[in-house]
């Protein structure tokens, strides 16, 4: 098995899937919403977290069609985060996913509601999903998502973000753990943690094996993220670069240096490798964890 193949082959499907979303009339010709909400989520990004929903289904026993919805719903939580975290407001970038970021082409209050109506329309797929998986399963996989992304997940890490920015505080490398574990983290475990309950899966023991395989994927994706941010450039990554540096922003590569958050990355995906053993290991789930570590982009 090619964890690269599997990885393309699950966004492949990902990509068709969200593909015939938001293609309905709108309500009067004056409303372009739909434009403005395909062109975000169409056609970019890595679908990590869907393909981690997906594959902890399929670890689970769910059949990767059936788990679609959800899969789709996080990509639409995910880029709505990323649409207002591009807004002036916020991070203030002009770049994403190798175009102009979309509050650049539909302006701010047009970003604004973009993000407002992904985030509903991820609610309202999985709320009406008719995939053949039992209500109770579903109501759980989607109560996870909704805190995973709510005001004591990623929501609290972009507030703590925020008022770190506002006020000038230099976080040490403990309190960017805690912001990466919310504002990072919380979304990937929620895909993972969803996945297996969206399977029926209520065994603590592989519910928390999920979860720490998803903590260490999580911080170590967020310091590949930093050190990208040094390493990369703007046309590799489809985003602005150079920004935190430029800001004087703390980030891990500032703290730990390059060699320090490379041996930290290592160290957190032989983390998540190991939390797979509760499931007899998995291939694939332990190659994208490798992928990601080594991600140039
Ligand atoms: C606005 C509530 C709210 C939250 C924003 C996700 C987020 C929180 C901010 C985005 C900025 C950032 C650096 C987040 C860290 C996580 C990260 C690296 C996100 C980008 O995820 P990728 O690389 O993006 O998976 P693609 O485009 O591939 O989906």
């Not at 010709?29 to 393909?51: A, C, F, T």
């Not at 902890?56 to 990509?75: H, P």
């Not at 539909?106 to 973009?114: R, T």
Request: charged residues 25%; glycine residues 10%; contains cysteine.
């Amino acid at each position: 098995m090619n964890p690269a193949w599997t990885l393309a082959s699950k966004a492949a499907a990902v990509e068709a899937a969200l593909n015939t979303l938001f293609c309905e009339p709108e309500p009067t010709p004056r409303v372009r919403l739909n434009e403005s909400l395909r062109y975000s989520i169409v056609g970019g990004g890595k679908r990590l977290r869907p393909v981690l929903l997906l594959s902890f289904a399929e670890l689970g026993g769910c059949d990767m069609d059936a788990a679609m919805d959800f899969a789709c719903a996080i990509e639409l939580i995910h880029t709505y985060s990323l649409i207002h975290d591009d807004l002036p407001c916020m991070d203030n970038s002009d770049l994403r996913r190798g175009r102009a970021a979309n509050h650049c082409v539909f302006g701010e209050a047009g970003a604004v509601l973009a993000g407002d109506g992904l985030l509903n329309g991820a609610f309202e797929l999985m709320l009406s999903s008719t995939s053949p998986i039992a209500a109770e399963y579903k109501l759980a996989a989607a109560a996870e998502l909704a805190a995973a992304s709510g005001r004591l997940g990623m929501i609290a890490g972009q507030v703590i973000d925020i008022e770190n920015e506002c006020h000038r505080v230099s976080p040490t490398a403990a309190d960017l753990t805690q912001l990466c574990r919310l504002k990072t983290g919380a979304i990937i475990r929620g895909a993972c943690v969803a996945g297996l309950k969206l399977a029926g899966v209520t065994d603590p023991e592989k519910l928390g094996a999920a979860a720490r395989y998803a903590d260490a994927l999580g911080l170590a994706f967020q310091i590949r993220d930093d050190m990208l941010d040094v390493l990369s450039s703007a046309e590799a990554m489809g985003k602005s670069v150079g920004h935190d540096a430029e800001n004087g922003k703390v980030t891990f590569a500032s703290l730990l240096g390059i060699d320090g958050c490379r041996a930290e990355v290592d160290r957190l995906t032989d983390e998540a490798v190991a939390a797979l053993e509760v499931f007899g290991g998995d291939e694939f789930l332990a190659g994208l964890a490798e992928m990601m570590a080594r991600r140039d982009h």
